[in-house]
Nanobody, 118 residues
Framework: QVQLVESGGGLVQPGGSLRLSCAAS????????MGWYRQAPGKERELVAS?????NTKYADSVKGRFTMSREKNTVYLQMNSLKPEDTAVYYC??????????????WGKGTLVTVSS
């Protein structure tokens, strides 16, 4: 009953910027924690940034100072600046959501591809 949809991925040159968006929709009572993960070719999925409910945003060391996560209601954004080729990955949105039936469920988006290449 709940869907997370990522958008904003694409091809960008090194040093460029992209902004990813993740919108939660459906039978939602509230959106709690939200975050971004990524999976590069041949690597495991890793945390990029997350904001626990009522907590501070945490960033992976590899993106600190370059990426900024923000949240507006049921949408989370990831502003990515000074992009590097090693940032190339499929980026996934994650959210802990309380549904209208008062079930707390962890949801994942299907991912959006970010390719950083010259």
């Amino acid at each position: 009953q709940v869907q997370l949809v990522e958008s904003g991925g694409g091809l960008v040159q090194p040093g460029g910027s992209l902004r990813l968006s993740c919108a939660a929709s459906g039978s939602i009572f509230s959106v709690n924690a939200m975050g971004w993960y990524r999976q590069a070719p041949g690597k495991e999925r890793e945390l990029v940034a997350s904001q626990p409910s009522g907590g501070n945003t945490k960033y992976a060391d590899s993106v600190k100072g370059r990426f900024t996560m923000s949240r507006e209601k049921n949408t989370v954004y990831l502003q990515m600046n000074s992009l590097k080729p090693e940032d190339t990955a499929v980026y996934y949105c994650n959210a802990g959501i309380t549904t209208m039936q008062y079930s707390i469920i962890d949801y994942w988006g299907k991912g959006t591809l970010v390719t950083v290449s010259s």
